[in-house]
């Protein structure tokens, strides 16, 4: 079993920057991908970016590319995903997520955090 435990979202204005931080626990949680999504109010959860347990696979939504990094620290089992030049459009809760593999698909993941807010002002 792996918990998952999302933090630093917050309310900030177009431009600025956030890193939101996912900590892990459970014997086995380094090693699994990882990924950040997002979601809106009645909408479906969106892919934003996933590693791979070793950090050598990464990959990006076209919305996230050039703005946003993710990375992990299995020492920490902490995962991050650095978010810049933010747009009132990045509005949304922010989920972590656990699998296999790093793919692009909610349902490829077996472990959610309970999501944080960000909330992007123009």
């Known amino acids: 079993q792996v918990q998952l435990v999302e933090s630093g979202g917050g309310l900030v204005q177009v431009g600025d920057s956030l890193r939101l931080s996912c900590a892990s626990s459970g014997r086995t949680a380094s090693g699994y991908a990882m990924a950040w999504f997002r979601q809106v109010p009645q909408q479906e959860r969106e892919f934003v970016a996933s590693?791979?347990?070793?950090?050598?696979?990464?990959w990006y939504s076209d919305s996230a590319k050039g703005r946003f990094t993710i990375s992990r620290d299995n020492t920490e089992k902490t995962l991050y995903l650095q978010m810049n030049s933010l747009r009132p459009e990045d509005t949304a809760v922010y989920y972590c997520a656990a699998g296999a593999y790093a793919m692009s698909k909610p349902e490829q993941y077996v472990y959610w955090g309970h999501g944080t807010q960000v909330t992007v002002s123009s």
């Open positions: 590693i791979s347990w070793n950090g050598d696979e990464i």
